[in-house]
């Protein structure tokens, strides 16, 4: 069995995933309506990999012999003023997720739960490569949003993100 406070954390961290989905959905739905599909396929693609990382943190605790709470999901209500604030949120969001993910390897490291912290590793990497990602794409952003030609080339390079299942399996 997990440490209580491990497992309450990895229950906890289900519900920041599917937020995540449910947060990178909304920025998605924003772009399409402003036209721009290609970062609204972004984000639906983004949206998808949230899902399965809710989906690892449930198989986790329930490989563990654990029951997964579902909570309800916050709703997302933020309205942009332009195109660059969701990047700039998205950016700001996953390094919350990356100090969500740390809290729980805190956790699991001072009660000794090396195999949670094995499980952990895969998650502390990959929020490297999504903040990194999204701070590429507000890097991007602030160096071609303004032009109409470079936006539309941005917008049909982000179009061709294509959805891949997580590397990682349970
Ligand atoms: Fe599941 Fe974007 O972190």
């Given at each position: 069995?997990l440490?209580?406070?491990?497992a309450?954390?990895l229950?906890?961290?289900?519900?920041?995933?599917?937020?995540?989905?449910?947060?990178?959905?909304d920025?998605?739905?924003?772009?399409?309506?402003?036209?721009?599909?290609?970062?609204?396929?972004?984000?639906?693609?983004?949206?998808?990999?949230?899902?399965?990382?809710?989906?690892?943190?449930?198989?986790?605790?329930?490989?563990?012999g654990c029951?997964?709470?579902?909570?309800?999901i916050?709703?997302?209500?933020?309205?942009?003023?332009?195109?660059?604030?969701?990047?700039e949120?998205?950016?700001q969001h996953e390094?919350?997720?990356?100090?969500l993910?740390?809290t729980?390897?805190?956790?699991?490291?001072s009660?000794?739960?090396?195999?949670?912290?094995q499980?952990?590793?895969?998650?502390?990497?990959?929020?490297?490569e999504?903040?990194?990602?999204?701070?590429?794409?507000?890097?991007?952003?602030?160096?071609?949003?303004?032009d109409?030609r470079a936006?539309?080339?941005l917008?049909?390079?982000?179009?061709k993100?294509?959805?891949?299942?997580?590397?990682?399996?349970l």
């Amino acid at each position: 069995m997990l440490d209580a406070k491990v497992a309450e954390l990895l229950n906890v961290q289900v519900n920041k995933e599917f937020y995540s989905a449910y947060l990178y959905l909304d920025f998605s739905n924003y772009y399409t309506e402003q036209g721009l599909n290609g970062f609204a396929n972004w984000y639906r693609v983004q949206a998808q990999e949230e899902r399965d990382h809710a989906i690892l943190f449930m198989q986790y605790l329930q490989n563990n012999g654990c029951k997964v709470t579902l909570e309800a999901i916050d709703k997302p209500d933020q309205k942009f003023a332009s195109f660059a604030e969701p990047l700039e949120a998205g950016y700001q969001h996953e390094q919350y997720v990356t100090g969500l993910i740390h809290t729980i390897y805190d956790a699991a490291n001072s009660v000794k739960d090396f195999r949670t912290m094995q499980f952990l590793d895969w998650f502390v990497k990959e929020q490297g490569e999504e903040e990194t990602n999204a701070d590429d794409l507000v890097k991007k952003f602030s160096l071609f949003g303004s032009d109409a030609r470079a936006l539309y080339m941005l917008d049909s390079e982000l179009a061709k993100r294509n959805y891949s299942a997580p590397s990682l399996t349970l």
